[in-house]
């Protein structure tokens, strides 16, 4: 019923930022939590970031913290996600996903709604 669309990605250089934004549409109210997620070539898709729709719980991955930060405008129907410091590695196609249900880490995202990702470019 939720629907969700990336936008921001881009080419950029080692070192800069980046601000990644993921609209949802349709039934958002019964959105609990949404979520960021990158897929490397070849590679199976990892996680990024979350943020339940209180604002109040966000966590991140390892490889990010520090340097990404997820946000959400609960009028806008919108998350963001801020990154700083990009680095090479971070090269990546980038999916947002909206779930009626949120149970921290468990949460079953593969069941929620997904976009059709953006494309990040790092170069060095």
């Known amino acids: 019923q939720v629907q969700v669309v990336e936008s921001g990605g881009g080419l950029v250089q080692a070192g800069a930022s980046l601000r990644l934004h993921c609209a949802a549409s349709?039934?958002?109210?019964?959105?609990?939590?949404m979520g960021w997620f990158r897929q490397f070539p070849g590679q199976e898709r990892e996680f990024v970031a979350h943020i339940n729709w209180s604002g109040d719980t966000t966590y991140y991955a390892d490889s990010v913290k520090g340097r990404f930060t997820i946000s959400r405008d609960k009028g806008k129907n919108t998350v963001y996600l801020q990154m700083s410091d990009l680095k090479p590695q971070d090269t990546a196609i980038y999916y947002c996903?909206?779930?009626?249900?949120?149970?921290?880490?468990?949460?079953?995202?593969?069941?929620?709604?997904w976009g059709q990702g953006t494309q990040v470019t790092v170069s060095s």
């Open positions: 996903a909206a779930t009626r249900f949120f149970t921290g880490c468990a949460t079953p995202w593969i069941s929620g709604s």
């Open positions: 349709g039934s958002s109210f019964g959105i609990a939590a």
